[in-house]
């Protein structure tokens, strides 16, 4: 197996003040959506200009924040929330999930793209592709943290997680999500929106393979100890939330590319 590696989760400590490596993240999460969103404007026919970029990132940001913690809560722990609703506001201690997030930036993405006067899907083809590096960040994140770990293994690349209720071998499910949400999902959704594509095939494609990635990331990862499977013993509530991404997602492309072609 290999060693985990500890990595103290604080990355700076100035007295009281301690800066976080998975707050760094998202930092990067959105400073890489906004720097590739200003390369992103600058092509011809781009639905938005250069300076609507940081307003898009600050839109998006409340999504992904309100969204991740509400969804979270009420997708994964929605007992304890209702044991004390005061947690949902707590969000120093800790909880965020992807699928909360992604409902929150679609509203938020709707809010802004009737501010500025376009479509909803013009806004969401332009975001999908500057959305996965910030999904690879926030997975090296739980890397970093020892969370969302794997399942117990016997693969030469296991890890043992210090967090972890046992001594077990495990995957280190935290780097699939990684190579599959960040590094493939932003190579795949980069290249496919360089060329013009018919509208509303992008938000397709990305909510198609985001739901195929997770689903297959999943059956390596332990399942949340407040919930575990849901059903047959495999069946999780990532993979739950992931599988209307999924069918949404390609219907979005066959009706994307029919309507353009007639």
């Not at 781009?46 to 969804?71: C, H, K, M, T, W």
């Amino acid at each position: 197996m290999l060693r985990y590696p500890q990595i103290d989760p604080v990355a700076i400590s100035i007295g009281p003040l301690k800066i976080h490596w998975y707050g760094l993240t998202y930092l990067v999460g959105f400073l890489s959506a906004w720097f590739l969103g200003r390369l992103r404007a600058r092509k011809p026919g781009s639905p938005l200009n250069e300076e609507q970029i940081g307003d898009l990132i600050f839109y998006a940001a409340l999504g992904v924040i309100l969204g991740g913690r509400f969804g979270y809560v009420v997708f994964y722990n929605f007992e304890l929330f209702l044991a004390d609703p005061l947690w949902l506001f707590r969000i120093w201690e800790g909880g965020m999930a992807f699928h909360g997030g992604l409902l929150g930036v679609l509203i938020a993405m709707a809010w802004f793209a009737r501010r500025i006067g376009r479509s909803f899907f013009q806004v969401t083809d332009f975001v999908a592709p500057l959305v996965p590096i910030g999904l690879g960040a926030g997975r090296i994140g739980n890397f970093i943290n020892g969370e969302l770990w794997g399942k117990p293994t016997d693969v030469a690349w296991g890890m043992v997680f210090p967090k972890a209720p046992d001594a077990l071998v495990r995957h280190p499910s935290q780097l699939y999500q990684f190579a599959m949400e960040g590094v493939l999902l932003f190579a795949v959704l980069w290249w496919f929106s360089a060329r013009p594509r018919p509208r509303m095939a992008v938000s397709g494609l990305f909510l198609a393979l985001y739901g195929v990635f997770r689903i297959v990331a999943e059956f390596f990862r332990q399942p949340d100890a407040q919930l575990g499977y849901l059903a047959f013993e495999w069946v999780t509530m990532g993979q739950v939330l992931s599988l209307p991404m999924v069918l949404a997602g390609a219907a979005m492309m066959v009706w994307a590319y029919r309507r353009s072609a007639a």
